[in-house]
């Protein structure tokens, strides 16, 4: 069990999408073995944008991100749901 950072409800690990991040580095980790710190999303654009709103990411990884690397992790979590 995972603990999503948007909503806050665990939920199995294999339900969730682990974000990495190493070296300023912000991206999806589909294989779950990533290098870096991992925080654990919901496949939904509602669950990053209340974690946007808290910063639940910046704070977790300890590191501010751009609103470029915000953009782009939308935009792979939406290419990731059509999965």
Do not use: H, W
């Amino acid at each position: 069990m995972r603990r999503c950072v948007g909503c806050m409800e665990s939920k199995p690990k294999n339900t969730l999408i682990r974000i990495a991040c190493y070296e300023g580095e912000v991206s999806i980790d589909p294989t779950g073995k990533a290098k870096g710190r991992g925080v654990y999303l919901c496949p939904s654009e509602e669950c990053l944008t209340k974690a946007k709103k808290k910063k639940a990411l910046q704070r977790s990884f300890g590191t501010e991100l751009t609103e470029a690397q915000e953009d782009q992790l939308l935009q792979e979590i939406k290419n990731y749901d059509a999965r």
